[in-house]
């Protein structure tokens, strides 16, 4: 079955750059559509940061949009993450995810496992 | 603060039925964008539980269902069991803000 693993340094300093990867087992990436970061910040809730389809496309939170860069990497079967200027605010649990959307709804059917990232000096 | 509103918290004893509401807006739910649940055990991914508003994915018993009305959407659990203790978010999209949106969350405490 299709499976999702994130991998990345679980410690960045403030003011750095974020940058994980999310690598696709069991299917090509390119067989599903679209494919997302979630975060989810200690004991609270979770915040869609953004998505990108198998042809590169993007779509990204307005909120973070200024610092974030979603790519993927075909021939490696994965896609990755980059946040720069990162703050304590930036301290999560970071998911990737697979996005299914049709007309009316999008909903996230496959999930990583996650992977905390504490940004800290 | 969340657009998706969601209580804390609910709780039951086993066997009983709860029920977690999701209130949205004229920007999202109302809208007519669907609504879709997740289970998150401690420690864990969270999980789909129900998407489109009342399908259940392969290997969701069938004692969790989904309702959607004009703005709001609710999770049913009957026959609450100990495993069903978690964190459940609710999710749809907000053409406003152009986000996928999810609920801060409501805890369930089996009794």
């Known amino acids: 079955q299709v499976q999702l693993q994130e991998s990345g340094p679980g410690l960045v300093k403030p003011s750095g750059t974020l940058s994980l990867t999310c690598a696709v087992s069991?299917?090509?990436?390119?067989?599903?559509?679209?494919w997302t970061w979630i975060r989810q910040p200690p004991g609270k809730g979770l915040e869609w940061i953004g998505e990108?389809?198998?042809?590169?496309?993007?779509n990204y939170n307005p909120s973070l949009k200024s610092r974030v860069t979603i790519s993927i990497d075909k021939s490696k079967n994965q896609f990755s993450l980059r946040l720069t200027s990162v703050t304590a605010a930036d301290t999560a649990v970071y998911f990737c995810?697979?996005?299914?959307?049709?007309?009316?709804?999008?909903?996230?059917?496959?999930w990583g496992r996650g992977t905390l990232v504490t940004v800290s000096s | 603060q969340s657009v998706l509103t969601q209580p804390p918290s609910v709780s039951g004893a086993p066997g009983q039925r709860v029920t977690i509401s999701c209130t949205g807006s004229?920007?999202?739910?109302?809208?007519?964008?669907?609504v879709h649940w997740y289970q998150q055990l401690p420690g864990t991914a969270p999980k789909l539980l129900i998407y489109?508003?009342?399908n259940r994915p392969s290997g969701v018993p069938d004692r969790f269902s989904g309702s959607k009305s004009v703005t709001s959407a609710s999770l049913a659990i009957t026959g609450l069991q100990a495993e069903d203790e978690a964190v459940y978010y609710c999710?749809?999209?907000?053409?406003?803000?152009?986000?996928?949106?999810f609920g801060r969350g409501t805890k369930l405490t089996v009794l």
């Open positions: 995810a697979r996005l299914t959307v049709q007309v009316s709804l999008g909903y996230f059917d496959l």
């Open positions: 069991g299917d090509s990436i390119s067989s599903s559509d679209w």
């Open positions: 990108i389809y198998h042809s590169g496309s993007t």
């Open positions: 004229s920007s999202n739910i109302g809208a007519g964008y669907d």
């Open positions: 489109a508003n009342n």
């Open positions: 999710q749809s999209y907000d053409n406003s803000l152009s986000v996928w949106v």
